[in-house]
């Protein structure tokens, strides 16, 4: 459980740390609203995805049993996280990858439900669960059933918890965000570590095809 747990934070680390709506929205509030506005944040992406994990549990049982399901999901799953952590290496190497934090015009209302409205209007939040976030789903489950999944969900969301919470709390603080350079470093070595996640994908599956 421990290694399912740890690879679950590492991947939801490269996720969460990537340019996006979210963040950014993220970013605007808390110089707006405070330092803690992450968290609030967060816990309405947090909701959306407890409940979109639930959903694929009662809809896709049968699927999360299905051999020849789960070599599919592990080959698509592969190529996805090899394709994005070859791309984040790549865009942090050319200097492609930085955050606007200018905060004028930052929309205000709930934050919990903008959170959840962010994250569900992004069409690469569906993309990943449907594809990486069930080849890992099926894989805890696999080999600890229901206690695996819990693991796996309490990984994943702790890393969003861990970097939006920091982040909201040095721009809330400081009214700055860490450098273009540290940040682009920090994106080298998590798009490295989702290739080797999704070569570990291509393993597994073809194991199960031998």
Do not use: C
């Not at 940040?183 to 393993?203: D, E, K």
């Amino acid at each position: 459980m421990p290694l399912i747990f740890f690879s679950s934070l590492a991947v939801a680390f490269s996720g969460a740390m990537m340019p996006g709506p979210l963040l950014t929205y993220t970013i605007r509030q808390s110089l707006q609203r405070g330092p803690y506005s992450g968290l609030v944040i967060i816990s309405g992406h947090a909701l959306l995805e407890a409940a979109l994990i639930i959903f694929i549990f009662l809809g896709f049982d049968v699927i999360l049993q299905s051999k020849s399901a789960q070599v599919t999901i592990g080959i698509a799953g592969g190529l996805l996280l090899i394709y994005m952590g070859a791309d984040m290496v790549i865009s942090a190497l050319k200097k492609r990858v930085r955050i606007d934090i200018n905060s004028e015009n930052a929309k205000t209302g709930n934050m919990l439900l903008s959170g959840a409205l962010i994250s569900a209007a992004n069409p690469y939040f569906i993309l990943w669960w449907a594809v990486i976030g069930l080849g890992f789903l099926v894989q805890a489950y696999k080999l600890f059933g229901a206690p695996g999944v819990i693991i796996f969900f309490v990984g994943h969301i702790l890393a969003d918890y861990i970097w939006y919470g920091a982040i909201s709390l040095i721009t809330g603080k400081s009214r700055r965000f860490i450098s273009d350079k540290i940040y682009r470093l920090i994106i080298i070595s998590l798009g490295a570590v989702l290739v080797f996640f999704g070569g570990s994908f291509f393993y597994n599956a073809f194991l199960l095809l031998a």
